[in-house]
């Protein structure tokens, strides 16, 4: 490939935030509105949210590691019980299992999707007696959705609950065995489902998580969770109210809001999220196309229908050289991720190197690179004639 003599005007990020002056408008506003939290652009945010992703009830958080905690408390995770997530995701997946006192187990993953392998989870789950485990937190990993309808067969047959963690994956879907799209966070198979809106993710809102679901009853439960436990609505409430003012704590909650000037941007960018996630398939597209021409890069779980693209993840043989030198081109790509089991914490508790060698592969040679809404075209072709350069004279070397 020809030497490009483009150079970016900026450094260019695995992923970054898209604020537009609309959005600054929208934050102004509810600056100026009544109500800096818990006023009424909070309610309209989750209506929008749970219709985008197709679910009934939407509760907005502060971030995605409460939306996950928030989750653990509603289904109860209690000392001592198993939960099994992928090792393949970021530690909030897992530790909202350890904040409730429970265990967390891995299943490896498939190398070719990067996602939980279900087979090795229905291993895990055969190997035990009935009730040994409670839970399963399966993660839409670099927005490729895990196939829920399958997982929901394996959650009834071994008495699960599932929580979906969608931080990757607003606005992908898989297709079910009827040939339906099914969105990731619809509800349908998931008891409950999580999102992100840290800067990296599809929605940015500064710090921010949404929690979706088709359970009323979670739902009224979530809601009282996220605020100290406390109720105000009279359907709810177990004593007489003396007063105008009554309120009761009936169990140990949170604050685990998100103000109204962050919803206020939610909305805005929500308004956006088609736009940005359509460009993101473009580029991964485009990558696709490039690398299928690069011997020595190996492109996570090319062409899938439904991938949302929070990612764009290459495996390459020199990793550790390939992000030194990408770093000395103003592009800076990242690693996703250390295995959970590996981090100091999980070894603390017994985990170890060689529990789940797949994912210790897949963590020796991947590397997410630059993938956002702004990327441009010619930024693109910048990253992957560095990418080919590399990888050239690596192999050549
Ligand atoms: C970002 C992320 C989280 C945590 O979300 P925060 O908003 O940063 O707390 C959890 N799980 C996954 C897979 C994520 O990518």
Not at 388 to 394: G, I, N, R, S, Y
Request: proline share 6%; with cysteine; glycine share 8%.
């Amino acid at each position: 490939m020809a030497e490009s003599s483009f150079y970016p005007s900026r450094p260019l990020p695995y992923g970054r935030q898209h604020i537009t002056e609309a959005d600054v408008a929208a934050v102004t506003a509810a600056l100026h509105a009544d109500y800096l939290t818990q006023g009424p652009t909070v309610a309209e945010f989750e209506k929008q949210f749970a219709a985008y992703v197709g679910a009934t009830y939407a509760v907005a958080v502060a971030n995605g590691t409460a939306a996950l905690h928030l989750c653990a408390l509603a289904l109860h995770v209690q000392p001592g019980q198993r939960v099994i997530t992928t090792p393949l995701t970021f530690a909030a997946s897992a530790n909202c299992v350890r904040y409730c006192g429970g265990e967390v187990h891995f299943a490896d993953i498939d190398p070719e999707t990067g996602l939980i392998d279900l087979a090795k989870v229905r291993a895990l789950l055969k190997a035990h007696p009935k009730g040994h485990f409670t839970g399963l937190i399966p993660v839409d990993f670099a927005g490729l959705a895990v196939n829920l309808e399958e997982a929901r067969q394996l959650a009834d047959e071994f008495g699960l609950w599932i929580i979906e963690d969608s931080c990757h994956a607003p606005g992908g879907f898989f297709i079910d065995s009827q040939g339906r799209e099914q969105r990731c966070g619809n509800g349908q198979f998931a008891d409950l489902a999580i999102f992100s809106f840290h800067p990296v993710k599809h929605i940015a809102t500064g710090e921010g998580g949404m929690i979706t679901t088709n359970s009323e009853q979670l739902f009224h439960h979530l809601l009282r969770l996220r605020t100290h436990g406390i109720t105000r609505d009279p359907a709810d409430l177990r004593r007489e109210p003396d007063g105008g003012w009554y309120m009761e704590m009936q169990e140990l909650g949170y604050n685990y809001r998100l103000p109204d000037f962050n919803c206020a941007l939610g909305l805005s960018q929500l308004a956006r999220a088609d736009e940005g996630l359509a460009r993101r398939r473009q580029l991964a597209a485009q990558y696709d196309a490039a690398f299928a021409q690069v011997p020595g890069v190996t492109v996570l779980a090319p062409g899938r229908p439904g991938h949302a693209y929070h990612l764009y993840v290459i495996e390459i043989a020199n990793r550790k050289g390939l992000y030194d030198f990408l770093k000395t081109r103003q592009i800076f790509a990242q690693v996703h991720y250390i295995p959970v089991h590996r981090m100091p914490y999980y070894e603390g508790l017994g985990w170890r190197a060689g529990n789940f060698p797949l994912v210790e592969e897949y963590y020796a040679h991947c590397l997410s690179i630059p993938l956002f809404p702004t990327l441009t075209d010619e930024e693109q072709a910048y990253v992957v004639a560095c990418i080919t350069e590399f990888v050239t004279a690596d192999n050549a070397g």
